[in-house]
């Protein structure tokens, strides 16, 4: 059974917005951290955006910083991804991850960190 599981891909406009979201199988408390990853075709996996559940703390890549916005909700147990102004170069497959063993706010970015990983969804934005 998948720890992870990611909702809300699609195909957009650019400039158009997209909200991804992610859940967990044994609920998202379990995790010190979850965050999201993407990977375009032909390049490295890179970090995107994390949250911290311990403190509430969120992290951003400069490449999405003031574009997206990383969030809870309790209601659903998810940690979801509002993502706006898309742009083309923000196609990729992404990807939610959790850590629950050794969890450092600073490493957010490393993906070695994160325990779980879920399958991916698929963002493509057209221009």
């Known amino acids: 059974q998948a720890q992870l599981v990611e909702s809300g891909g699609g195909s957009v406009q650019a400039a158009e917005s997209l909200r991804l979201s992610c859940s967990a199988s044994r609920g998202i408390s379990r995790y010190y951290g979850i965050a999201w990853f993407r990977q375009a075709p032909g390049k490295e996996r890179g970090a995107v955006s994390c949250?911290?559940?311990?403190?509430?703390?969120?992290s951003y890549s400069d490449s999405v910083k003031g574009r997206f916005t990383i969030s809870r909700d309790s209601a659903k147990n998810t940690v979801d991804l509002q993502m706006n102004n898309l742009k083309p170069e923000d196609t990729a497959v992404y990807y939610c991850?959790?850590?629950?063993?050794?969890?450092?706010?600073?490493?957010?970015?490393?993906?070695?960190?994160?325990?779980?990983w879920g399958q991916g969804t698929q963002v493509i934005v057209s221009s």
């Open positions: 949250f911290s559940t311990t403190d509430g703390i969120t």
């Open positions: 991850a959790g850590v629950w063993t050794r969890w450092s706010s600073m490493e957010w970015s490393r993906a070695s960190m994160y325990d779980d």
